[in-house]
Each structure stands twice: as C-alpha cells, then as structure tokens.
C-alpha cells in the first residue's frame, strides 16, 4: 500500500468509527430522555392518585387511572400501564407496587426493565428478573388469573 492508500483507509476508518460512536450516542440518549419522560409521567400520576385518595379517602378505581392516562397524553409514555388499586387493601405494605409499565424501548444497553410506583409514593426503575420476583411475591391468585384473560 502507497501513502495515498493508506491515508484514504485511515480517514475512511476514522469516519466509520467516528459514525458508529455518535449513532451508539445517540441511541442511548433518546432512551434517556424517554425514561426520563415515562418516570415524569408516572410521577404525575402518583400526583393524581393521591389527590384522590386525599379527597374520597380510598384509592381511585382503574377506569379513573385510564381516563387520566388518556387525558395528559401519557398512552406512549406509559404505554402498557397496570394499576394495581383492585388488588390493594388496609394490609397493603408501604413498599407495594401500585402501579407499573415495562420501558417499551429497551435497548441491548439497558435490559428490559419495568417502571414501578409504589404505595408509598416511591418511583423507580427495577430490572426484569427483580421486577416479576417481587410482583409474583405481592400477587394474589385472582389477579393472575385477570391478568391472564387480558390480551
């Protein structure tokens, strides 16, 4: 290989290399920005529910959560939303999961994770195998059952 050869190729590497990076960059960017925007959303409904429950002194029902859902526009931040209000009763513990959604755009990065709200008001991410292990501990075995008629 002659000088000009091997300029060309050190250039042509460079910018594949340089492109490869900003599109790995900005993939796990937009998953930030989208995470960040699904937990703003669930945030507000934290907002929401306690706003009920402060003003009739029991959790909303889950045709209340799906009409707020639709009404501020969270159906593609919190896309595949479940409300655990049936299921919650005066032994609920502070640390169950009320509501949750599973981040409809993992990355090879990321992992499948699921986007929590808790009873007490707590929001957080928890990876996949922690998520079903601690909502198979806080299901009953009606609620898998309704689960399982639901598409």
Same mark, same amino acid.
């Given at each position: 290989m002659?000088k000009?050869q091997?300029a060309?190729m050190?250039?042509?590497?460079s @910018?594949l290399? #340089?492109? &490869? !990076?900003a599109v790995v960059? #900005? !993939?796990?960017?937009? *998953? =930030?920005v989208?995470r ?6 669930m945030?507000?409904? /934290?907002l929401i @529910?306690n706003? %009920?429950k402060?003003?009739?002194? #029991?959790l909303?029902p889950?045709?209340f @959560?799906? /009409?707020a859902? +639709? +009404? %501020? *526009?969270w159906?593609?931040?919190?896309n595949?939303?479940r %409300? /655990?209000? &049936? ?5 609920s +513990?502070?640390h169950? =999961?009320?509501a %949750?959604t599973k981040?409809? /755009?993992?990355? #090879?990065f990321?992992g499948?994770?699921? &986007?929590i709200?808790r009873l007490d008001?707590? =929001? $957080? ?5 922690p998520?079903h292990?601690? &909502?198979?501990q806080? +299901?009953?075995r009606? $609620?898998?059952k309704r ?5």
């Open positions: 002659n000009l091997k060309v050190t250039k042509l590497t @910018v290399v #340089f492109t &490869l !990076v960059v #900005f !993939v796990n960017l937009r *998953g =930030i989208n960040s925007e699904a937990k703003r959303a945030a507000h409904l /934290r @529910v706003e %009920y402060e003003r009739n002194g #029991f909303p889950e045709s @959560v799906r /009409r859902k +639709q +009404q %501020y *526009g159906d593609t931040r919190l595949d939303l %409300y /655990r209000g &049936l299921w919650i009763t005066f032994e +513990q502070p169950e =999961i009320l %949750y981040d409809a /755009r993992s990355s #090879f990321s499948n994770r699921h &986007l709200l008001g707590s =929001i $957080e991410w928890v990876g996949e195998k998520f292990e601690l &909502l198979s806080q +299901q009953s009606d $609620e898998i689960l399982q008629k639901i598409p």
